[in-house]
């Protein structure tokens, strides 16, 4: 049987060319999507300044299971005991703050590239002095060799340095050069009691050097008993997280994306794998029936088409293995350029992704070949004869329960987006899917759609296209199998396109607006120097023409509430600029008493929170610390910018850089082109200051809420652009079976030009029913969303989103039926006839 296999596939080697391409493509697919999770579920980086420290002690980056935004610090006593753990040579202190080396009065390098930290921790990149000495006191620092270069400095000269938000004079006691293969962002090293006073008395991590008694796994054992719950131990490629605080907090975007996109991506894979096999058997049943007539029993039939399968199935998978981990790459390399996660993050596709690929692939074909290939295999040999002209058998009591089973689970996905889920990054989790399997079971019913369609479509087809169109219809009827097999891909190929990018040009529209709305500002001031210092605001808000001004800091935290933690967007502000910056509604109690130990949220949170004013509010900050301020004020509830407002005095010393590194601006009314010459004045005083339009805001924003648009299209591209392909592979395979169809037609009396006239009627019929059904489809996924986001049925969004997707699908439509049309009826229609 295996033999008759391969001469089978050896001779009909076009037949098979769908099926092998929608089984390879949808591999690669599933495994550079496997990929793309693993990355997110290990989510390691290889150590850069900390690469020659074996060990690394660290803060713990989660709070109750969630990941933390900033960085969590250590307690300082943690160094003596790590040091007196048996089996450490010794354990140095890591800190690191902004610290940004001036050239001419301007920052050498780009925003958050260059870092201070204390000279005993150059040993753990490891760096060396290659000129002059470490730094002794405080008005001395060692600049890397690199930096050094730039800014055209050499030990004993002076160089200017922003630290805290000050520019300050330092002696450059010595210049070191970076040794091993890594390549750490260039550094600033200072005596290590001014980097400990700098980064505010705690300390970012401690490197551990063992002293070779025992293994690394062993002294990390022991460094894990000694700090106990205190603070996490890092080994491997694992370090690299200490240098990366807030990264975790990516890995949420990154699992969320990867499960989305690759529950979507299965679906449609062994969907297409399916139908496009199974429309391969369907051509063949003709074959099959001469077997049975011969003396091939049902079995037979039934090992030599799993023969096939398999044949199919291991070469496919066994060829898209690589081509699956360069997509993967490629899908991260995406996520990296955009920002989405950090470029340290090193990208994992180990078996587990290979193994799922090929377990998809080869379960949607073994599928196909069972319900398929035991139809053809029982039929009995003259049926089959008098069937394989043209197919009219198609339903079965288990397909319409498999359509079912889909329809159901969309409009429950549908129902639950709209009635249950709240607006936040896991709405597409339940919203994008459900078109998914919309479609799918609207194409598993689609030659009974097709045929009630097609009978409503009668009468203007005939008013409008003469012969060609009766001709169409005609085939239509007698052949609505055929038809509805070209109808199925389109139509996924419309619904899927559809309602993801329309969910996406919501997200994009809906983000935009609402912050635009409620940031009042007309100007941003931003710093890439580390901040500002305390003092800048309050000249800005001296600045002849300005009615407000206020600092602002933005992080994420949670809120310990009666029923468990509750993510929060935070945001800090000053009090003497609040209801002038942003437009804020209080409800009860004053925004002007926003100071120190205190907080202001929406009404509706605050019933959810179970607070009102002058109570405290449990909360942890973005780097962990338990916080219980006092609500001061309740404002109007706006779901659209859910956030908690704090000082900005309170928020910004648990962020990364420490100070607020953005100052809102509001003029006078007619003052706004005087203040801006004013403010573009003070910021060349305020080395590493931009002046920007507020709504400059609202892209940084973007950044923060929504899963970068980049990345979504792009792997929106993907699955699009594998339904293409079997659409393509579907109307090809189905052209290519009825060219001696066209033969005979021209042996009748109909020229050419008639031909191609009933198949452009054809594709028109085509397209129509798929796209009312793929956007039938597609409002399971943009109806619930745009309720969510934007409360409308509608989505925002250009038509020419629709009209783009719709004018592709007719391209492919045409494409795919004219072209090996043509080609097809360059041989003499006898012949055409006498080879079929």
Not at 156 to 173: K, L, P, Q
Not at 452 to 466: D, E, N, W, Y
Not at 506 to 527: F, G, I, K, M, P
Not at 611 to 637: I, K, N
Request: proline content about 4%; some cysteine; charged content about 20%.
């Amino acid at each position: 049987m295996w033999r008759l296999a391969l001469r089978t596939l050896k001779f009909r080697r076009a037949s098979f060319v769908a099926t092998f391409l929608a089984m390879f493509l949808g591999a690669a697919i599933v495994i550079g999507c496997g990929g793309l999770m693993e990355t997110g579920v290990r989510m390691a980086a290889e150590p850069q300044r900390l690469d020659g420290a074996p060990i690394v002690v660290t803060g713990e980056q989660t709070y109750d299971g969630a990941a933390l935004s900033e960085r969590h610090r250590i307690d300082p006593d943690l160094l003596g005991e790590v040091t007196r753990t048996e089996g450490v040579s010794e354990a140095v202190a890591d800190v690191s703050f902004p610290a940004t080396v001036l050239g001419d009065g301007k920052p050498l390098t780009d925003e958050d590239a260059s870092f201070g930290q204390g000279w005993a921790s150059a040993r753990l990149t490891p760096y060396t002095l290659a000129a002059g000495g470490s730094p002794a006191t405080g008005g001395e620092v060692v600049l890397d060799a690199e930096l050094a270069d730039r800014a055209g400095v050499r030990a004993g000269s002076s160089v200017d340095i922003v630290v805290n938000g000050a520019t300050e004079r330092f002696r450059v006691s010595g210049i070191a050069e970076q040794g091993g293969d890594r390549n750490s962002d260039a550094a600033v090293f200072f005596s290590d009691s001014t980097a400990r006073s700098l980064a505010g008395g705690k300390i970012d991590s401690i490197g551990v050097l063992p002293d070779g008694r025992a293994g690394t796994a062993a002294v990390a054992d022991a460094v894990r008993s000694a700090v106990g719950e205190r603070a996490e131990v890092l080994t491997g490629e694992q370090r690299g997280l200490a240098e990366l605080p807030g990264t975790l907090a990516s890995q949420r975007t990154v699992v969320i994306l990867a499960a989305i996109f690759g529950s979507s991506v299965v679906l449609i894979v062994m969907f297409g794998v399916a139908s496009t096999l199974g429309l391969s058997l369907q051509q063949r049943a003709r074959e099959m029936a001469l077997l049975r007539a011969v003396g091939s029993t049902p079995r037979q039939l039934r090992r030599m088409i799993l023969s096939e399968t398999a044949v199919l199935s291991a070469a496919s998978v066994l060829l898209a293995l690589w081509p699956g981990y360069l997509l993967g790459r490629m899908l991260f390399a995406v996520l990296t350029s955009s920002g989405v996660v950090s470029s340290e993050i090193v990208y994992h596709a180990g078996w587990m992704p290979m193994a799922v690929g090929a377990v998809v692939t080869v379960l949607a074909a073994a599928g196909a070949t069972r319900f398929a290939g035991r139809r053809a295999a029982r039929t009995e040999p003259v049926a089959a004869l008098a069937e394989g002209a043209v197919a009219t058998q198609w339903f079965s009591r288990t397909r319409l329960l498999i359509a079912l089973f889909f329809l159901a689970n969309g409009l429950g996905l549908a129902i639950a987006t709209a009635t249950v889920m709240e607006d936040g990054p896991t709405l597409a989790s339940t919203a994008g899917p459900a078109s998914v399997l919309f479609c799918i079971g609207l194409a598993l019913l689609a030659p009974g759609i097709t045929k009630v369609m097609v009978a409503l479509l009668r009468p203007p087809v005939r008013a409008f296209s003469g012969i060609p169109g009766q001709l169409a219809l005609r085939n239509a009827s007698t052949a609505g199998v055929r038809m509805a097999g070209a109808v199925a891909p389109i139509l996924l190929l419309v619904g899927i396109a559809t309602g993801t990018l329309y969910m996406q040009s919501t997200e994009n529209e809906v983000s935009r607006s609402s912050y635009d709305q409620n940031v009042l500002a007309d100007y941003v001031l931003d710093s890439s120097t580390g901040g500002f210092a305390p003092g800048v605001v309050d000249r800005v808000r001296d600045t002849p023409g300005v009615s407000a001004a206020s600092e602002f800091v933005t992080s994420r935290g949670f809120v310990d509430a009666p029923d468990g933690r509750v993510d929060a967007e935070l945001r800090g502000v000053s009090a003497d600029g609040v209801r002038q910056i942003l437009d804020l509604r209080p409800v009860a109690g004053s925004l002007g008493d926003l100071r120190d130990d205190t907080v202001a949220l929406s009404d509706k949170k605050a019933e959810e929170y179970g607070v009102s004013v002058g109570d405290r509010l449990p909360m942890h900050l973005g780097d962990g610390t338990a916080v219980r301020p006092t609500v001061v004020a309740l404002y109007a509830d706006n779901p659209k910018q859910p956030y908690l407002t704090l000082p900005s005095k309170t928020l910004a010393p648990h962020t990364g850089d420490e100070l607020a590194d953005q100052i809102l601006v509001r003029s006078d009314a007619g003052a706004s082109e005087r203040v801006q010459t004013e403010l573009a004045s003070l910021a060349r005083t305020l080395p590493g200051t931009e002046l920007d339009d507020a709504s400059s805001l609202a892209g940084r924003n973007n950044q923060i809420q929504q899963i970068l648009i980049a990345a979504n299209y792009t792997i929106v591209a993907m699955i699009v652009g594998y339904a293409a392909i079997t659409v393509v592979n579907t109307l090809v395979a189905v052209t290519r079976k009825r060219r001696a169809e066209f033969g005979l037609q021209q042996l009748t009396g109909a020229t050419r030009r008639q031909v191609l006239d009933m198949l452009t009627v054809e594709g028109v019929l085509i397209a129509v029913i798929a796209t009312v059904l793929g956007t039938l489809a597609s409002a399971t996924t943009i109806v619930p969303y745009s309720m969510v986001k934007a409360d409308s049925y509608l989505p925002s969004g250009s038509i020419g989103i629709y009209l783009a997707i719709v004018g592709g699908s007719l391209a492919l439509v045409f494409g795919a039926t004219l072209l090996p049309a043509m080609r097809g009826m360059r041989t003499p229609a006898i012949e055409t006839v006498k080879a079929a």
